[in-house]
């Protein structure tokens, strides 16, 4: 049964190191890599009628700058190195929705860095890792 | 952002501000605005509320207006408000966001925009004023006008997503203009200029509204809680009206010209906030009450026909709780209908369902609390001056938590600022629609905005509570004149949805899909 892995990544240098520990992982065993960016969002939050406006606007933007800038890069680099790799983007919780990629593309294991862009912020309302070890269904490498 | 492109557009804000500056360093500014406006202010309030008499009591024919619409509509579409409160929560919830559309605007994200214009100053103050002069009984009328007008969100609500301008850049503009002219020309026509005329007139009234009900009122209610809790006649900032607009119009300017959305931001976190506070407090208070709360329901229900001592008996106790109901929750006027036309979906009911819960959550719940606050604290007082409303809420509470008029008064600030920010928003839609879009229609909607601002905290209560309401109250003819003929339109849209609705063919996501 072909295996499939899903990595986490935002631009912080600790993703990149999860990236390589996922990449190397999928380059021995032969697995498929699924490699997804969460742009953060919620549906519950209190917007101005300006911002609502040129909501769609914005979403078509988040998600063409989070494909030139993030996943596209990674998803070449990884594909020059034969792998079987799959760029994934999505807005909404980032570690609810890592959760919800990898039941809908069926991971048997996802891989984040353990502190994102900001580790201040990391310290004091906890980290995507720590959400997703308590939540995840799938197994959890927190990468340091 | 950059600082060059910050400054950029900061500096005709504060350029502005420090221009102005010289000419409004001087004494007795306040009254000076006061009687320059206050005639205009007079003739256009009087004539939007041209009334006739019932029993000895000027009932205004635009009350009439929107409250037989609501109660029609609550009959046509065989009382919706109650029929689809569930599924509206459902909607509300989330339980039928598409998870491929997540980063689009979501029913919540819509309703939240839309409550965070609509609660303002009506609830605080305006509620006071329809206890003190309506009695306890108005709280009745007041609770069935806001049950009521849940059907009028609801029909103009569909409406403005229905007929929304989706353009090429994906930005979206919705709202009465939209459904007035497109709707009708729709429907057949000729009623295409017909619409049209409509569609003008209702754009006309709202820039109105937006320099009066969701500007000078809110400038004028929310400084004079400043002054009441700094001291009231002996306060500084006693005759320094124009100084508070100054500030405020800064802000507002900050955001609505600066673009520093920042600010906006920050207020779109901390009203809810406040609104939860402001919420628990009042339950707070008539928990400790709880002994008076079967007297207050008394007095309520007694007051609400019977009304000993009230000024136009019944009929003016009535009238007192649906002017204040219609003025707070504005179901009818249509301004909500601008805010909810950016929600993402494809069915343009359930916007309309989830419009239920604002006058619900406005009417029914924070101005019901804030009268019982007042009722069970026996502050409401039939002899005290209109202008006095925040004033009065201020004290109710105080009577319980004393040091609650300081919270207060950040809340009212904060509520009205964000009262400020929508309705900047909805007069300048409208602008638009009058002028079109360019640099220059923008900047002079804004500048005039601002000066509103400044205005509206100058003047007296009295000219600024009537030109407010007039305004406001305006914006239903055209609005509803429309809906009765578009009414078909929206039952159509209703029976296809429900029947898919009851027929399970919607698709849930999330949680409530696991529940099947």
Redesign the interface.
């Known amino acids: 049964m072909s295996e499939v892995l899903l990595v986490g990544i935002d631009c912080s240098e600790c993703s990149e190191r999860a990236l390589d520990y996922a990449a190397d992982w999928v380059g021995a065993t032969g697995q498929g890599l699924i490699v997804a960016h969460v742009?953060q969002?919620s549906?519950?939050?209190?917007?101005?009628?300006?911002?609502?406006?040129?909501?769609?606007?914005r979403?078509?933007a988040?998600?063409e700058r989070a494909h030139v800038e993030i996943v596209d890069p990674v998803v070449n680099r990884l594909r020059e190195r034969g792998m079987n790799v799959q760029g994934v983007i999505?807005?909404?919780h980032p570690a609810e929705?890592l959760c919800?990629v990898a039941a809908e593309f069926g991971a048997t294991h996802i891989v984040v860095g353990k502190t994102g862009s900001s580790r201040i912020r990391a310290q004091l309302f906890g980290s995507v890792a720590h959400s997703l070890v308590q939540i995840s269904k799938q197994p959890v490498t927190v990468v340091p | 952002m950059s600082y060059k492109k910050w400054g950029a557009r900061v500096a005709p804000a504060l350029a502005l501000l420090v221009l102005s500056l010289p000419v409004w360093a001087e004494e007795g500014i306040d009254q000076r605005i006061d009687q320059a406006v206050k005639p205009l202010a007079d003739a256009v309030a009087g004539f939007i509320f041209s009334s006739f008499t019932l029993s000895g009591v000027q009932v205004p024919f635009v009350l009439v207006w929107l409250l037989f619409a609501a109660a029609f509509f609550t009959l046509y579409f065989r009382f919706i408000n109650f029929r689809a409160f569930r599924h509206g929560f459902q909607l509300v919830r989330g339980d039928y966001n598409d998870p491929l559309a997540a980063g689009e605007v979501t029913h919540f994200q819509a309703l939240a925009t839309a409550l965070s214009g609509t609660v303002g100053l009506g609830n605080i103050a305006g509620v006071a004023v329809a206890v003190s002069l309506g009695g306890p009984g108005a709280t009745f009328w007041m609770i069935l006008a806001g049950l009521l007008g849940m059907s009028s969100k609801f029909a103009e609500c569909t409406l403005g997503v229905k007929y929304r301008n989706e353009y090429t850049d994906g930005t979206i503009s919705g709202g009465p203009m939209y459904y007035l002219s497109k709707g009708l020309a729709e429907r057949s026509e000729k009623l295409r200029t017909f619409g049209k005329v409509l569609a003008v007139l209702f754009a006309v009234f709202c820039v109105g509204g937006s320099f009066g009900g969701g500007n000078m009122f809110q400038a004028n209610q929310s400084f004079k809680q400043l002054v009441a809790v700094t001291g009231g006649d002996a306060s500084w900032l006693a005759d320094k009206g124009w100084l508070f607009g100054i500030v405020i119009a800064s802000l507002v300017g900050l955001v609505i010209i600066g673009g520093i959305q920042g600010i906006a931001r920050v207020t779109s976190k901390v009203v809810p906030l406040m609104g939860v506070l402001y919420v628990t407090a009042g339950l707070v208070i008539i928990g400790l009450h709880v002994q008076d709360i079967p007297t207050a329901f008394a007095s309520i229900g007694a007051g609400a026909f019977t009304a000993d001592g009230i000024a136009g008996g019944v009929v003016g106790v009535l009238i007192q709780g649906f002017k204040r109901a219609a003025f707070s929750n504005e179901a009818g006027i249509g301004s909500a209908a601008i805010a909810h036309s950016a929600v993402r979906t494809n069915r343009p009911v359930t916007e309309g369902f989830v419009a239920l819960y604002e006058p619900f959550i406005d009417t029914v719940v924070v101005c019901t609390i804030t009268a019982l606050v007042i009722i069970v604290t026996g502050t409401w007082d039939p002899s005290v001056d209109p202008s006095q409303g925040v004033a009065l809420t201020s004290a109710a509470f105080e009577s319980t938590i004393s040091w609650f008029p300081w919270v207060l008064t950040v809340a009212v600030v904060l509520f009205a600022f964000s009262t400020m920010i929508s309705w900047s928003y909805y007069g300048l839609k409208a602008w638009t629609y009058l002028f079109g879009e360019s640099l220059a229609t923008d900047a002079v909607y804004k500048i005039l905005f601002l000066v509103f601002v400044v205005a509206g905290s100058s003047m007296q209560l009295g000219s600024v509570i009537d030109f407010s309401d007039a305004m406001i109250f305006a914006m239903a003819f055209p609005n509803v004149l429309g809906i009765y003929f578009l009414l078909p339109t929206v039952k159509r849209e209703l029976d296809e949805y429900w029947a898919d609705y009851q027929a399970g063919r919607l698709r849930k996501f999330g949680r409530a899909a696991q529940r099947g």
Do not use: V, Y
């Open positions: 742009i969002w549906p519950f939050s209190f917007q101005t009628p300006q911002e609502n406006e040129e909501r769609h606007k979403r078509e988040e998600l999505r807005h909404g929705t919800a």
